[in-house]
């Protein structure tokens, strides 16, 4: 077992982000910002960015073996007590993500491959920690006998001083029409949805979560894109990973699931948004009609309790709750309708295996998991790679804090693909169906959100 050390300089203000991300990490074959700056989430609001000396990073595909089983280990492989001032932060571990397709390690099958590594996990040894509500940032250098450290903090002390935004244009992708680059087109994704109620009135499901993807020209710069992304689209989880020629940018609003250091585990999916309204009346209207709408509360709850049957699996008998049902939440562009669903774990039971027993998110899938994701597969014409995935950090003191990986864009030197859907029920309306598929796509590259998924 290796002893992990930590050095870490407390700085008494909340750096910027992105004067971080260019004068630390720009320059850097692996990167990552996990950004919580330019939401109005609750209850805390902490950026994490950093990068792996080494460029330690795990990429694994389905064939590559268990990578569920492969992360526990190598996170019991570490030792060592986490300085207070990291409490409830990041303190180390990995930075990354699951994609969909390891589903075929939690009772799916490899119905596609994916273009992008199934699983792609940084070691994250350098790193900085900003408390945008307590205004306070931490340079930290993590180590198992190295002694590099010091010279990394003094580079990190340094970009510290600097500080410049500049103005961000939207990417040229921004203004193409995107039904055209749709991988299936209306008439085909109609026809998919057609099915999708034949197998509901067949008893088959009771929910299916239909997809598509958007591919588009790459971009000259990924980052750049992401600039643009998180200035008009703020998200609770927006994010950016980097590994060589692979970039991942994303504006997703929806927690998958957090453990606690106590424990305990949460899950906080989405199902319903309505933008907001300027004017105080029409907007409180708003969040009124998304709160009583059938459609959206039956979504809503096949969800939960997929959820609390994935979340019971792992915890202990009597634990899983569900604390917040169907509340509506706002924020700064839209309303929400949010379920809490809690559990707490079971001795023995780390935070990796709750991924395992939850994966992938139900609001992803639909309900029942294992048969809707058949449908799925036979509807869905390409994997979905890391969309519909689960994107945050696992830590070397046993916590997690994952997003659901949706508004988000893959980008490599070859394309940028953009991943949309929605959940269908017996009472879905097709082509209202298509239509918020497309918005949803639309809001990744900053236009006007429409519902989760």
């Not at 689209?233 to 950016?240: G, K």
């Not at 997703?252 to 699931?257: I, T, V």
């Not at 202990?316 to 509506?328: A, I, K």
Request: charged fraction near 25%; include cysteine; glycine fraction near 8%.
């Amino acid at each position: 077992m290796s002893a992990l050390r930590w050095s870490v300089r407390t700085l008494d203000r909340a750096l910027d982000g992105e004067t971080v991300y260019r004068e630390l990490l720009a320059a850097e074959p692996v990167a990552y910002w996990l950004d919580g700056s330019l939401t109005d989430r609750v209850p805390r609001r902490v950026s994490v960015l950093g990068t792996s000396v080494g460029a330690d990073v795990i990429t694994r595909d389905v064939a590559d073996g268990d990578v569920f089983a492969e992360l526990n280990e190598l996170l019991a492989s570490v030792s060592g007590e986490p300085p207070i001032e990291l409490a409830g932060l990041f303190c180390g571990g990995y930075v990354g993500y699951f994609g969909y397709e390891l589903k075929a390690l939690t009772g799916g099958v490899a119905a596609h491959q994916a273009a992008t590594p199934d699983a792609l996990w940084i070691w994250a040894n350098r790193f900085v920690v900003i408390d945008h509500d307590h205004d306070r940032t931490y340079l930290v250098a993590l180590d198992a006998g190295l002694d590099a450290e010091e010279e990394w903090l003094d580079r990190a002390e340094a970009a510290a001083a600097d500080w410049w935004m500049s103005w961000v244009d939207p990417p040229a992708i921004a203004r193409l029409d995107l039904e055209s680059h749709l991988e299936q087109d209306r008439t085909t994704y109609l026809a998919g949805i057609a099915r999708v109620l034949a197998e509901l009135e067949a008893g088959q499901t009771y929910e299916v979560n239909l997809t598509n993807r958007v591919r588009l020209p790459a971009v000259p710069d990924p980052f750049e894109f992401f600039r643009w992304q998180r200035s008009a689209n703020p998200a609770p989880y927006a994010a950016f990973l980097r590994y060589g020629d692979l970039a991942v940018a994303s504006s997703s609003p929806e927690r998958f699931l957090t453990v606690d250091a106590d424990g305990w585990a949460e899950c906080r999916p989405i199902k319903g948004t309505a933008p907001r309204d300027p004017d105080p009346v029409q907007d409180q209207l708003a969040a009124k009609a998304l709160a009583e709408d059938d459609k959206t509360r039956a979504e809503n709850l096949m969800i939960v309790d997929l959820i609390r049957n994935d979340l019971g699996r792992v915890s202990q008998p009597g634990t899983v709750n569900v604390p917040q049902l169907m509340q509506v939440e706002s924020y700064r562009t839209v309303h929400q309708l949010v379920t809490t669903v809690r559990g707490r774990l079971r001795d023995g039971v780390t935070a990796v295996d709750a991924v395992r027993a939850c994966f992938p998110p139900g609001s992803m899938t639909g309900a029942p998991k294992i048969r809707t994701m058949q449908i799925i597969d036979e509807l869905e014409s390409s994997a979905r790679g890391v969309y519909s995935g689960a994107l945050g950090y696992l830590t070397v003191d046993g916590r997690a804090d994952l997003s659901v990986v949706i508004r988000t864009a893959v980008l490599t030197p070859d394309a940028t693909v953009i991943g949309a859907g929605g959940a269908i029920v017996l009472d879905s309306d097709p082509v209202a169906e298509y239509e918020e598929m497309v918005l949803k796509a639309t809001a990744t590259l900053g236009g006007k959100a429409g519902t989760s998924d």
